[in-house]
């Protein structure tokens, strides 16, 4: 823990953390919910895994913001993408379960958001999934990996153009 605070006191818009608590993460990050005099924030520190994949993640806080702003997802209040930083508000709620997923109502609700979601507009150049789709099959590097990305390829060349509709999408 002493290597997070560390980092927390490099944080400009940090000064009054006053409890930090490691949340469940992922491959790609580690997660920190951080308890200041104003309020929950969310620490969010990329893993090597994170360059590997070739996340953009200039991309990802330009988008963040844009959703923020609409009532979608939490405020970032400070970055730096090119160490893999993320500071935003931390926003209630918990994960669903399987028994969420079934209930129709919630996914209604799911629906609904995911409806205001892709009616978002927002000026960022769209993701190359050829490239994506290459760079994939290369960390694959099997014969059935590289004739997929090459048929996303061609299928995101065909669907992909500039007068196409682009919204929002997990990466």
Known sequence: MTE???LIERIPALSDVKKIEP??????NETYRLFCDSGSLILRRDTPLAVVLGLDRQTEIDVLAVV???????AV????????????????????G???LRNK???GRIGKLLQRLHQVSIDIRPVDLSRYACR??????TD????????????ADKWCTESSRHVLCHN
């Open 98 to 100: 399987e028994a969420d």
């Open 4 to 6: 997070i605070n560390e």
């Open 68 to 74: 923020a702003d609409r009532g979608l997802g939490p």
């Open 77 to 96: 209040i400070w970055a730096d993408p090119d160490a893999g930083l993320l500071l935003t508000k931390y926003q209630e709620g918990y994960s669903w």
């Open 105 to 107: 109502k919630n996914l």
């Open 136 to 141: 994939y099959a290369q960390q694959l590097a």
């Open 23 to 28: 949340m469940i993460g992922g491959a790609v």
């Open 144 to 155: 059935e990996a590289d004739r997929i990305a090459m048929e996303a390829g061609k299928l």
